[in-house]
T-cell receptor, first 113, second 112 residues
Framework: NAGVTQTPKFQVLKTGQSMTLQCAQD?????MYWYRQDPGMGLRLIYY???????DKGEVPNGYNVSRLNKREFSLRLESAAPSQTSVYFC????????????FGSGTRLTVV | QKEVEQNSGPLSVPEGAIASLNCTYS??????FFWYRQYSGKSPELIMS????GDKEDGRFTAQLNKASQYVSLLIRDSQPSDSATYLC????????????FGQGTTLQVKP
């Protein structure tokens, strides 16, 4: 049971380059989330998808786009990377009900130079 | 902006002691609360959830919730060096989106 799988695990980008972070879950969860984690800032929500076919902005959506490709997959795209987007990115999924926490992927450590 | 507040620490306790981690939240409509453990360089791992006022015990861990005071805590009994990690408190917001609001985390150090 893989849970939540994120790729890649590490990436270095040059300013202005684009990339897509991939996330897939095999738990048949309805809801999926993208967070970034920076020192002293905690986990901040970038975008989320409450169910297949819907996406919504979180706390820090600027510079990012997302696609809920199907129930399993939720990708995060950086169209023009900036040094301020250097961070650790976590994908998470949840059943979506009030009683359920998140299951997190292993994270992507992104550096923009 | 709904918030979850934690003391960043570090909280240092000797091996075998009780570690007490605290969290307050601002959204009075929050109904469910979660504690995650995050080792350095790893992803957060769910260790406890609590929905009702009072205590919930699971092995060496006890979560406590006081909705009137908007206060959540996590007690770790017989602390071990392997418990050294950052502990994140999260509250599910009162909207129906299912989003969790995370605190910044408390770093726990258990000294042998």
């Amino acid at each position: 049971n893989a849970g939540v799988t994120q790729t890649p695990k590490f990436q270095v980008l040059k300013t202005g380059q684009s990339m897509t972070l991939q996330c897939a879950q095999d738990m048949n969860h309805n809801s999926m989330y993208w967070y970034r984690q920076d020192p002293g800032m905690g986990l901040r929500l970038i975008y989320y998808s409450a169910s297949e076919g819907t996406t919504d902005k979180g706390e820090v959506p600027n510079g990012y786009n997302v696609s809920r490709l199907n129930k399993r997959e939720f990708s995060l795209r950086l169209e023009s990377a900036a040094p301020s987007q250097t961070s650790v990115y976590f994908c998470a999924s949840s059943e979506g009900g009030d009683s359920y926490g998140y299951t997190f992927g292993s994270g992507t450590r992104l550096t923009v130079v | 902006q709904k918030e979850v507040e934690q003391n960043s620490g570090p909280l240092s306790v000797p091996e075998g002691a009780i570690a007490s981690l605290n969290c307050t939240y601002s959204d009075r409509g929050s109904q469910s609360f979660f504690w995650y453990r995050q080792y350095s360089g790893k992803s957060p791992e769910l260790i406890m959830s609590i929905y009702s006022n009072g205590d919930k015990e699971d092995g060496r861990f006890t979560a406590q919730l006081n909705k009137a005071s908007q206060y959540v805590s996590l007690l770790i009994r017989d602390s071990q060096p392997s418990d050294s990690a950052t502990y994140l408190c999260a509250a599910r917001g009162s909207s129906n989106t299912g989003k969790l609001i995370f605190g910044q985390g408390t770093t726990l150090q258990v000294k042998p």
